[in-house]
């Protein structure tokens, strides 16, 4: 907080999502693999968004060092000089796990961890989106013991 200003008291995350390039590409990542509900915005058939209701909020943000990232993904603090290195993150609660995985596998996208049960007990599969976001699908315990 800076002196003399006040608190800003952000409430919660009110949104997020990729800056697209290939628009096409990037909703059959969210629209079509991963189910999402998005639609067309009134009078702009490009910008794609999803209803205040159809889609729950974000339970959980961080700022996650990228050697940590690397190392939940390549078991090693290096991100991968071959792989683009990921301008931000996001994870996606599932049912289930297992067929999420099969899914995103079948349409032909590059996990970099399946099905990884991670040290603090969330299990999660993840790659890049088309824009380069490490997106997961994930279950974690601990924001299900509430629902």
Known sequence: M??????????????????????????????DALNLP??????????LLTDVDELNGVKHFALWPLSQAAQSCFGSAIWPDDIPVPQGWIEFEVENIDIATDVLQRQGYRLLVANRKEPWGQTVTRMLSPEGLLAGVTITPWLRENR
């Not at 998005?38 to 910008?47: E, F, P, R, V």
């Open 2 to 31: 800076v002196p003399g200003l006040p608190a800003l008291n952000v409430l919660f995350v009110a949104g997020f999502g990729p800056v697209t390039r290939d628009t096409q590409s990037s909703k059959s990542f969210y629209a």
């Open 38 to 47: 998005l639609k067309h915005m009134d009078g702009n058939d490009d910008y």
